[in-house]
């Protein structure tokens, strides 16, 4: 077929179709338009899921907010609809970025701040918040992310200003992140933003990097003090309570020593006063008394051996001493 019998062909097709059109156009009047109108109102029809809820705006104003589920407004302009998620956590980062490879920038223009002894600390905050009012959210701060983070940043610098450094960094860590939750909170609801702030979490406190390495070893020094002093503390805990009971032990053996003897003497005493009135009475008597009672007291620890001198002629004979012979094994025993 040439190009010469194609083109007579789409003349007569197009020719055809203008026919059509002219011989219809009066129904084309009638359908067409209630059609459009159908799919311009149809348009209104939209879909709020679970934990999701639908703030309607008539000509720009609020007009209701509507629940999960099948849901109409009017279509554009007259109404339109934000479905804003109310159910999930969001989080915010303050001082830092986490990229798409999950890796984390720092933002030093945010975490670069200043203690209240003057040093300058590096923080980053990390804050998990959700929508609390989704009217407020949509309606009473623009760009409310951006208001958390600048916020987030006021009241963290606000913490950390009112501590020195060695607090933010080991001492007072929870204390930097209650107090920037309830100074961040605060401001929230002042600016009527919608965002409820459920958690924030201190993740970096540290100095500055050109200086940390000297930090970390006057962080070190104190923690090593701190340890030698809980020694020594430890120690004096252990050896205190036992010197203390062994002077309560000596104590308590002096004063038995003490009393023994007291009453060692005093019964001393009053013997001899016995024996200085029965002497008193018949000194005779308690005389020859006396010297035999010192003899037994002597004579027990004496051995003696007694020999008669007329036996054997009057001479004395060498003894074996059975006596030791007969002892000596049995203090070997």
Do not use: C
Request: cysteine-free; proline content about 5%.
């Amino acid at each position: 077929m040439s190009y010469r019998n194609v083109r007579p062909q789409q003349n007569d097709f197009q020719e055809r179709i203008v026919h059509w059109l002219s011989a219809r156009r009066k129904l084309l009047y009638v359908v067409i338009p209630p059609l459009l109108l159908l799919l311009w109102l149809s348009s209104g029809i939209y879909i709020v899921q679970p934990g999701e809820e639908g703030v309607v705006r008539t000509f720009g104003r609020f007009t209701e907010v509507t629940s999960p589920g099948l849901n109409y407004h009017l279509p554009t302009p007259i109404q339109n609809v934000t479905i804003v998620d109310v159910e999930s956590i969001r989080r915010a980062e303050v001082g830092f970025r986490t990229n798409r490879q999950g890796r984390k920038d720092e933002v030093l223009d945010e975490a670069l701040m200043l203690t209240e002894d003057e040093n300058i600390v590096q923080v980053e905050l990390l804050i998990q918040y959700r929508i609390g009012s989704s009217r407020d959210f949509v309606f009473n701060v623009q760009s409310p992310e951006l208001v958390l983070v600048t916020s987030t940043e006021a009241a963290l610098r606000s913490a950390v200003g009112q501590m020195g450094i060695d607090a933010v960094i080991t001492e007072e860590r929870a204390r930097v992140q209650d107090d920037t939750r309830v100074f961040l909170s605060r401001l929230m609801e002042d600016y009527r933003s919608g965002i409820q702030v459920t958690d924030v979490r201190l993740q970096v406190a540290d100095p500055p990097i050109e200086v940390r390495d000297a930090f970390q070893e006057v962080v070190r020094a104190k923690a090593d003090k701190e340890r030698l002093i809980n020694e020594a503390e430890a120690y004096q805990n252990d050896v205190v309570p036992r010197a203390r009971g062994e002077r309560q032990r000596l104590i308590e053996e002096a004063t038995a020593f003490r009393d023994r003897e007291v009453l060692r003497a005093t019964g001393d005493a009053e013997r001899f006063l016995a024996v200085l009135r029965a002497y008193q009475l018949a000194p005779a008597v308690t005389r020859e008394r006396l010297h035999i009672e010192a003899l037994e007291r002597v004579l027990n620890e004496v051995e003696l051996v007694l020999l008669d001198k007329d036996t054997v002629g009057g001479q004395l004979l060498p003894f074996l001493p059975l006596t030791d012979i007969n002892t000596a094994p049995q203090g070997g025993q």
